[in-house]
């Protein structure tokens, strides 16, 4: 494209944030900031308080005795459906008869102050008959497991199967017999909060006209009006939703939580309602990432090309379905990374449990299969003794070549650049010398991210530019989550339309006057929204040109509207996987780890992480994607965690969330990026929100193995597994020859070829890891 | 519930402004703030002192709005994030724009109030040990040891540079 060849003035500079300075001087109103109109209410949920029952009875009349208690809503209130579901809708607004996990809420408190709410609600007497309770998501298919969701009986398979996805590619069989070395592993990962800052708040207000007006924070408003809709019984066009500041995402306000239940306390008190949420009912009212199960087999042939996979998922999808029909499909698509795999057979399937909804979470099911993935491939390395580096890129997709599912993809130049780059930079640094304290380890890791919905969705967005006298407006429903959406648009917009970028303003936050782009997820705005303005201010500036010839007209008024649609994609089948995506991003992360042998502590002293997204739009804003994602990456490969006993999340608070606080978080972190301006993206750039995160686990896990010589396969890799994995060494070395001890889950296969490595003890790789310290 | 008799009569220098309320003996600070004074620039994430985004400063110190009880701050002076006299306040709110030390916002307020409280010559070690009890789930915390050092004067002066491949 031309525009790509000419010098560009606003993108790729460090523009700064266009809502950075309400958010320095405290005016950004996020939704618990809303001034309330007068004669404003105050809801409270009643919440199960077990994760498996009948409910028997409701008895409302305690709770409406108290006083300052206007209304007691129960399902028997709600109009429509009483369903709400992004992609099934299978979850009750208030439920009725039975309780299926801890996010269920059973009765809504309305009364004249938060504090009356609450305390009415604690009032409300539940009759319930305790149900057979499903945690194992193991057991779901089992012949006598409880049904979480009986109605679904009918559908074929178990009931209690939420999706599965499967891919089967070449001959696996005759490829394993052909390989040198077949690694088999199992890996789990577990439940992850999401902890944004800002805990779920909203008010809902009744408009002169019947209509209703919701004030949230959301990454997707019309689909969270399209489901209220549907659950209370509304038309659509009486439902606005005007966004606020947003404190903080991640996919966790993906699904809807608190929005239908405003909007039906205010329809059945005709008042303005508003409700904000404690910490503790944040973490029981939206979803979690998944918890995995990852069966894992690749074999390689001597010089460590793969030549099979055969990997199996299991995840537990909770007790409602959320997105996990997309995210197991995802993580089947991607679970060989950005390798290509001539040969596999990979299956998914979540299931149903009594357990918390998991969901949509940065990486969308690719950052558990990538940790799996990653880490056999290091293992693969060390039994073949090379170099980890080497054995990636030996695998990586080439410009035109085929992912493992049969996705041909042209625009991956970028891909091993992202493992050069990160590799030159890393080694400027070599690591400390082991203390008595202290030992060392480097790890890498590389990942791939599908950007944009994918298997068949059509995945669209439309922007509207309106020009006035000192400038343009331009509006696009791309939901701002921090990641500074809006001011890639604003930069976009001003690039296109030739303008400063201080005279276009971004509106993104009402649906009543803004054109939809839908959600703010799969790293998709950049691409998809950002086309939509490019599109919307090229064809303004065609007319502008073109009238300018004949007469100098106003320029103000002129309103241009375009829809962006992403090129066509299919979804994920056996027999036909060959455009289930239409664009990744890739990245390669080097990670530097210190383990006290002694106390089993890891600490990341340093990541280097290398990302090609396409063209830079602001680097300011893509630095800060890394840093971002590389800690996130640093607290699921360490640290965090979500309790859960009996289905019912046990972590109340953040405290117990583990997050990384600035003293733990990586205190060097440099990104580099790798501008392949491939593809149609708006002047070649992509997207970058969740391919930052994506390989932080698997480099670190690497680290600590190259550091210690212990595969930590479970997630996190807390100072007890590490420990323990240690202690299994020490007992292995204890009886093995020493230069077998790390092999405990490595299979080497006698290899067919001449020349084979198979049972040579692991030595050091090579290159990478010259300096990583002592060895085991 | 409230009742006339359980409240107090407190006086408060916010800002620089003096503040006379009377407020009922368990609300907190962060209520004070927010709901009477409609500062709501200082944010409530957890209401249980793990998260600091309710940070202010008591009398130049920081501590947590949401475990100070408003009779406790009677005769004394508060400094939230919307106090516009500080100069170095000011920059710390420049630096954080230019550093890209802020993604959703919402840690900001109570990080930049904490950041002021840091001592002058604190280093990377210092202010990261100053700002630990302030959580933040977007940045991973590097652009804001960043921001605040740039704020002292002492970080890098030059545009954040474009890395090329």
Redesign the interface.
Known sequence: MAEMRKKLRTV?R?L??V????????????P??R?LPPGTLHAATVRAPIAAARILRVDVAPALAT?GVVRVLTAADVRGTNRFGLKERDQPVLASDRIRGASDVIALVVATSA?AARAAARRVRLDLAVAPLLEDPERACDPDAPVIHPERAAVGAHPNVVATATVRRGDVAAARKRAAVVIEGVYTTRWVE??????EAGLAVPEPDGGLTLYVATQWPETDLRQAAAALGEPLARLRLVQQ??????GGREDVSLQILLLLAARATGRPVRMVW??AESIRGHGKRHPFRIRHTLAADARGRFTAAVIDVLADAGCYASTSRIVIANAVAQACGPYAVPAVDLSGQAVYTNNPVTGAFRGFGVNQVCFAMEQQVSKVAAALGLDPATVRARNFVRPGGRLATGLRVDACA?LP?TLT?AMRRARRRPLPRATAEWVYGRGIASASKNVGYSFGVDDHATARVTLSADGATVFVGAAE????VTTVLTQIAAETLGLPPARIRVVSDDTATVPEAGSTSASRQTFVAGNAVRLACARVRRKLTTRAARAPLPRAGLSVTATFHAPRTQPLTAADARRHSYAYTWCTCVADVAVDRATGVVRVLRVVEAV?AGR?VN???L??QV??????GQGYALLERLDVRSGMPTTR???GCV?????D???M?E??????RALAGPFGARGVGEITMIPVAPAITAAIHAAIGVWVDDLPATPARILAGLATQQCASARQTPGNAERTNVRARRSTGATSPRAKPVTKPRSMLRRSGVTP | MTTPAATLAITVDVNGGPVRVRVAAATTLVDLLRDRLALTGTKVGCGVGECGACTVLLDDVPVLACLVLAVEVDGRRITTIEDGRDARMERLRAAFIEEGALQCGFCTPGMIVAARALAADADDTAIRAGLAGNLCRCTGYAAIVRAVRRARGRGPRRPTRRTRG
């Open positions: 790729g460090a700064a944030r809502d950075g300075d309400a958010k320095v001087r405290g005016t950004a109103i996020f618990e900031d001034a006083k504090a999401h902890a944004f800052l800002a805990p500041a947003i404190g903080g995402a991640f404690d910490r970028g650049r780059r989550v921090g990641q500074g090609d830079v680097p300011t804003l630095r800060g840093e971002g994602g590389v800690v996130m608070g953040l405290d997050l990384p606080t600035a003293v978080a990586v205190p972190i990104a580099i990026a790798i501008e392949e």
